[in-house]
């Protein structure tokens, strides 16, 4: 059995509606094209790139015998609000913990998780790394409940759930080997980097030839260079794949602009223009800063995407809802 065969063919809950399809979008990037991978279109509760990783997590989750799905996240996490439903759907608990102040109104993914009955246990805005060690506390309790936790990372980004993103790099060879649509590279958000180390590996395995790029949404280009570098060579590891990446290797475009779920005006009215014109909705926090900062890149030449370009829409739709504000000023902006 190849590597490849060996790693997607591990235990899957399917629950994703699959494969996405790919599309070309009347979107002007200058001389090339703009496909999406409509990774938005995996379900309706479970939208998103989240749902692929869950897909082995949860079968992880079941071969532990584990009975309670724990996880972490924003207020307006979409992984969380994933998990959420996917462990109402597949007969399990879920508890997810939320960084931030409370909201006076549920709305968002917030309010999905609660009406499929999430345990929402909110806590202090507060560094990743310190909100990982508090949901670990968290399913200790839960434990000594009588409870079988079963604990995933901020963004399912696990060496088990990179597992999802190599299966879909595995799908998207088979598309592009059908119709090669002249795709020079395959660009994505990062948040947590299971999609791009899951895609990395894939691309590896299945030989895919277009480039691969992500666009960081926070942070620094060096420190996730490295960070991702290792998070590849820990995956490969742990399944045993002879494969090592060089973090200057790594393709990244910075998209961070303000930071992590702030947006300039900029990026607001990218993200009203591309629905005015596609009939496609991007949400703040990833998907429109990253195709915002891809946008401007190939348009200023600071990027050469040496073909056309796919842009795996990794979906998010549901933080347009507590954006409205800023979202009516964009339209106000846009004249209406
Ligand atoms: C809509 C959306 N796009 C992209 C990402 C980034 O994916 P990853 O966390 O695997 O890097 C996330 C989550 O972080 C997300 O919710």
Excluded at 212 to 240: C, M, P
Excluded at 258 to 264: D, E, H, I, K
Aim: glycine share 12%; net charge negative.
């Amino acid at each position: 059995m190849s590597d490849l065969a060996r790693l997607i063919e591990r235990p899957r809950i399917p629950l994703a509606h699959l494969p996405t399809p790919i599309t070309p979008v009347s979107w002007d990037l200058g001389a090339v094209r703009l496909y999406l991978k409509r990774d938005d279109l995996t379900g309706s509760g479970l939208s998103g790139n989240k749902v692929r990783k869950l897909e082995y997590l949860i079968a992880d989750a079941r071969a532990r015998g584990c009975d309670t799905l724990v996880t972490c996240g924003g207020i307006q996490s979409n992984h969380t609000r994933a998990t959420a439903v996917a462990a109402t759907l597949c007969g399990l608990r879920s508890v997810v913990v939320l960084s931030g102040e409370e909201p006076s109104e549920l709305d968002g993914n917030l309010l999905l998780s609660r009406l499929v009955g999430a345990d929402v246990r909110i806590v202090p805005a507060m560094p990743s790394a310190e909100r990982h060690a508090r949901m670990l506390q968290i399913a200790a309790e839960l434990e000594q409940e009588g409870m079988r936790p079963y604990v995933m990372p901020s963004g399912g980004s696990s060496e088990v759930g990179a597992l999802g993103y190599c299966r879909a790099a595995f799908e998207l060879a088979e598309q592009l080997e059908a119709d090669p649509r002249g795709i020079g590279c395959i660009v994505h958000a990062c948040g947590s980097g299971g999609t791009f180390a899951g895609c990395h590996i894939g691309r590896e395995l299945t030989g895919l030839e277009p480039r691969h790029v992500a666009v960081i949404i926070e942070g620094t280009v060096r420190e996730w260079r490295a960070s991702l570098a290792d998070y590849i060579n820990r995956t490969a590891n742990y399944w045993d794949i002879d494969l090592e990446a060089d973090p200057d290797a790594i393709a990244l475009l910075d998209g961070a602009g303000r930071g992590y779920a702030v947006n300039t005006d900029e990026e607001m009215d990218f993200m009203v223009r591309f629905a005015r014109c596609t009939g496609i909705f991007l949400d703040p926090v990833y998907t429109g800063k990253a195709l915002y900062a891809l946008d401007r890149d190939v348009r200023r030449g600071v990027f050469d995407p040496g073909g056309n370009v796919l842009f795996i829409h990794t979906g998010g739709m549901y933080g347009l809802f507590p954006r409205r504000r800023g979202l009516m000023e964009a339209l106000k902006r846009a004249g209406g």
